[in-house]
């Protein structure tokens, strides 16, 4: 009994972890851009790209260790949901008329981050993914 509920505790933190983190995306990405630092393009090329990948691939890392089991229909949702996040908010910064604009390499770097997010899920928590739960759906 006390090794589930560590296991329940365990889910429920590393779920509200990526939660914690789908909010601050939310948070900078509708920040009007004048609110944004300047920086020159070169810099906001590495910095903001390489921030894109390191929230979006966090948020897919925790999301995968909150799952109880990972099937395709929960790599297909949590995968889908993040790049479908990405995209609604580059829209979103495209209508809005907060000085922000539509960005294809954002969304490249979401996609990045996102996919390593799971590859470094996949690596190093293979304990919890059994190959009858990867192979079932």
Request: with cysteine; charged share 15%; hydrophobic share 45%.
């Amino acid at each position: 009994k006390t090794s589930r509920l560590n296991i329940q505790s365990r889910i429920n933190r590393s779920i509200l972890i990526a939660w914690s983190i789908v909010f601050c995306i939310l948070t900078l990405s509708l920040l009007p851009g004048n609110r944004m630092p300047k920086l020159n393009y070169l810099d906001l090329l590495s910095i903001d790209k390489l921030g894109h990948a390191i929230f979006y691939g966090s948020a897919c890392y925790f999301f995968f260790k909150g799952s109880k089991t990972i099937t395709k229909k929960t790599t297909f949702i949590i995968f889908g949901g993040l790049f479908m996040l990405g995209f609604c908010l580059e829209i979103l910064q495209a209508i809005l008329a907060s000085g922000r604009t539509f960005d294809y390499l954002d969304q490249l770097a979401n996609t990045i981050g996102i996919t390593l997010g799971l590859m470094f899920y996949l690596k190093f928590n293979r304990s919890s993914t059994t190959s009858d739960s990867t192979s079932r759906n």
